[in-house]
């Protein structure tokens, strides 16, 4: 079972450089979120899903775009980085009739933004 | 609006001593809640979860916690502290009524677990 997975794992940009996140799950889950985690404050909902063709903004959704045209893939993509933006990206997804409420999470991207 | 408080940023604990990381939360109506444990660079591992029902939920590796509505907690509790048990805790809260995905965490708790 893949679950949910992340890539790349690491990445270091410039200022001003686009570059795009990808995340799937093979769960069959509607529910697909983005969360970034920065120190000394837990995590934040960036943008979710609530199934394919269906995007709503979270907390902290400035500078980030997210799509979702398949149930399995929800990439976010940073249009032009900034130094705030170096973070750690967690994908993370749920299903109401799979998931037993329960949300599950990649392991993580971490990004320096330069 | 639905919050979560970790008052501890770091506990720490003798190994084979018991554990407790503290976890207060605000939500209206019914919540659901959930201990999320994170290791050095890796991602978030689920570990219980409260959803209706008895008020003590027992999880993984050992690990258990007690829902009290009075007190608005989920404290995470562990009888004998393990050093593999050192790592960040996550307490967070979804109010069902908004939707499947929308966690509330907590700030995190760094759990060090010594010899």
Known sequence: NAGVTQTPKFQVLKTGQSMTLQCAQDMNHEYMSWYRQDPGMGLRLIHYSVGAGITDQGEVPNGYNVSRSTTEDFPLRLLSAAPSQTSVYFCASFGTQNSGNTIYFGEGSWLTVV | ?115
Not at chain 2, 17 to 28: D, E, R
């Open chain 2, 1 to 115: 609006a639905q919050s979560v408080a970790q008052p501890e940023d770091q506990v720490n604990v003798a190994e084979g001593n018991p554990l407790t990381v503290k976890c207060t939360y605000s939500v209206s109506g019914n919540p659901y809640l959930f201990w999320y444990v994170q290791y050095p660079n890796r991602g978030l591992q689920f570990l219980l979860k409260y959803i209706t029902g008895d008020n003590l939920v027992k999880g993984s590796y050992g690990f258990e916690a007690e829902f009290n509505k009075s007190q608005t907690s989920f404290h995470l509790k562990k009888p004998s502290a393990l050093v593999s048990d050192s790592a960040l805790y996550f307490c967070a809260v979804r109010d069902p009524r908004r939707g499947g995905n929308k966690l509330t965490f907590g700030t995190g708790t760094q759990l060090k677990v010594e010899l």
